[in-house]
């Protein structure tokens, strides 16, 4: 296994270890479990908000797991042990983008599917929302990386990551719920938007990773 895929590995085992993942899915079901509460249980209500529903719990279940991200790491020294050894920082943030969205990504899908039906979605909706999030994940995972990279050590850096990340993501909420409707455009928009934070929050990340390690 070559480094990068041994340090993509490492980041999938921790997001697994002792459950990590188990509450951002659990609380992206509860949200899709609740909503008909709040709202009420009428089927073309909730067919015609379920795909924003979906986005929303989406980007607030992806914000819980940014504190084990990146700031352990930092605390234990594992990312002045990978700068001695000559790892570029930017490269072991797109380590920890990949292994988080795997770690992430798959179970999201999967719970996405129980909360379409959870909403009443058609399988036509299900279908559409289990590609905006396949086409918008990858961005919220490089996004929550970036943010885990900027607020590590800080104090009470999971309120901050909030504010941090939250703004960033609006057009990933913005498109993805979109996608879901009759706007052909918005899935390109989407994946637009996603390439673009994957290209560039490693740099952003590895920079923030740096200059936390001086």
Same mark, same amino acid.
């Given at each position: 296994?070559?480094?990068?895929?041994?340090?993509?590995?490492? #980041?999938?085992?921790?997001?697994?270890?002792?459950?990590?993942?188990?509450? *951002?899915?659990?609380?992206?079901?509860?949200?899709?479990?609740?909503?008909?509460?709040?709202?009420?249980? #009428?089927?073309?209500?909730?067919?015609?908000?379920?795909?924003? &529903?979906?986005?929303?719990?989406?980007?607030?279940?992806?914000?819980? *797991?940014?504190?084990?991200?990146?700031?352990?790491?930092? #605390?234990?020294?594992?990312?002045?042990?990978?700068?001695?050894?000559?790892?570029?920082?930017?490269?072991?943030?797109?380590?920890?983008?990949?292994?988080?969205?795997?770690?992430?990504?798959?179970?999201?899908?999967?719970?996405?599917?129980?909360?379409?039906?959870?909403?009443?979605?058609?399988? #036509?909706?299900?279908?559409?929302?289990? &590609?905006?999030?396949? &086409?918008?994940?990858?961005?919220?995972?490089?996004?929550?990386?970036?943010?885990?990279?900027?607020?590590?050590?800080?104090?009470?850096?999971?309120?901050?990551?909030?504010?941090?990340?939250?703004?960033?993501?609006? *057009?990933?909420?913005?498109?993805?719920?979109?996608?879901?409707?009759?706007? *052909?455009?918005?899935?390109?928009?989407?994946?637009?938007?996603?390439?673009?934070? &994957?290209?560039?929050?490693?740099?952003?990340?590895?920079?923030?990773?740096?200059?936390?390690?001086?």
């Amino acid at each position: 296994m070559s480094g990068f895929g041994a340090l993509v590995a490492r #980041e999938l085992r921790r997001a697994w270890a002792a459950g990590g993942l188990t509450l *951002p899915i659990a609380f992206f079901l509860l949200v899709a479990v609740l909503f008909p509460f709040a709202v009420g249980p #009428e089927p073309k209500l909730l067919a015609r908000i379920g795909g924003g &529903v979906i986005w929303a719990a989406a980007l607030l279940a992806a914000l819980l *797991p940014v504190e084990r991200l990146v700031a352990p790491d930092l #605390e234990s020294g594992v990312l002045d042990q990978l700068a001695v050894r000559g790892w570029n920082d930017a490269s072991v943030a797109a380590a920890k983008i990949v292994g988080h969205w795997l770690g992430f990504a798959p179970a999201l899908l999967l719970a996405c599917a129980v909360a379409s039906g959870l909403l009443g979605l058609s399988l #036509e909706q299900a279908l559409a929302a289990g &590609v905006s999030l396949a &086409v918008g994940t990858p961005g919220l995972a490089a996004l929550g990386v970036a943010t885990a990279a900027l607020t590590a050590g800080l104090r009470g850096a999971g309120a901050v990551a909030g504010l941090v990340m939250l703004p960033f993501a609006v *057009p990933l909420l913005i498109f993805g719920a979109g996608a879901m409707g009759n706007d *052909p455009s918005a899935v390109k928009l989407l994946g637009a938007v996603s390439l673009l934070l &994957v290209a560039g929050c490693p740099f952003v990340a590895g920079a923030a990773m740096r200059m936390g390690r001086g």
